[in-house]
């Protein structure tokens, strides 16, 4: 099954800039989603967007999604240190699974 | 989120004892899943059942069985625990929406330690 592969690792920036993350997969998707995860607890869905969407908005998140190169990312703008979590990308795995990437860990210092 | 809970939220137990995470669901979906999280990794899936007489094997069910009691209620089991199933252990439900892949609902996790 096809995995999503976030990028970077881990990110660090101060409060207020914003933050971007990266998600490559491997084989055609119709439809891609983030997660966040606030340490040692459950994955909160943050948004879906699908393939013949090309950008999406929910508050300060933005997410693009580019079919061509198999790739999406996630902005988040005007960070605070309540969005310090790690973030997960989600596609389709076969009959209506979902397959998490390893996540990018955020930092949102003050 | 309230709507999925875990129980026990924290179990440290013995090699070879059997164990049982359960996860009740309010949120009347017919799907749920199993999975398990070790450090810096992501999530992988153990089992999932889209209905009460669904089961269904994930990437890493070896080790672990399930047991669909109801459409709110699926446990995980360890017949005989092993330290390298150490983890964190997440239950998550869905409803499928018809067309793409659901948006899953995760319960807060059960941190299980095997000595």
């Known amino acids: 099954s096809q995995q999503g592969e976030e990028d970077p690792q881990a990110l660090s920036i101060q409060e207020g800039e914003n933050a971007t993350m990266n998600c490559s997969y491997k084989?055609?998707?119709?439809?891609l989603q983030w997660y966040r995860q606030n340490s040692g607890r459950g994955l909160v869905h943050l948004i879906l967007?699908?393939?013949?969407?090309r950008e999406k908005h929910s508050g300060r998140l933005r997410v693009t999604l580019d079919t061509s190169k198999k790739s999406s990312s996630l902005l988040i703008t005007a960070s605070r240190a309540a969005d310090t979590a790690s973030y997960f990308c989600?596609?389709?795995?076969?009959?209506?699974?979902?397959?998490f990437g390893q996540g990018t860990r955020l930092t949102i210092n003050p | 989120d309230a709507d999925v809970t875990q129980t026990p939220r924290n179990r440290i137990t013995k090699t070879g004892k059997r164990i049982m995470l359960e996860c009740s669901q309010t949120?009347?979906?017919?799907?749920m899943y199993w999975y398990r999280q070790d450090p810096g990794l992501g999530l992988r899936l153990i089992y999932y059942?889209?209905?009460?007489?669904?089961?269904n094997k994930g990437e890493i069910s070896d080790g672990y069985s399930v047991s669909r009691q109801a459409q709110a209620k699926f446990s995980l089991s360890l017949e005989s625990a092993i330290p390298n199933q150490t983890a964190l252990y997440f239950c998550?439900?869905?409803?499928?929406?018809?067309?793409?892949?659901?948006?899953?609902?995760f319960g807060p996790g059960t941190r299980l330690t095997v000595l």
């Open positions: 998550a439900t869905s409803d499928f929406d018809g067309g793409y892949t659901d948006t899953q609902y």
């Open positions: 084989t055609s998707i119709n439809n």
């Open positions: 967007i699908r393939s013949n969407e």
């Open positions: 989600a596609t389709p795995g076969g009959a209506q699974k979902l397959v």
């Open positions: 949120k009347g979906h017919d799907r």
């Open positions: 059942s889209f209905d009460v007489k669904d089961i």
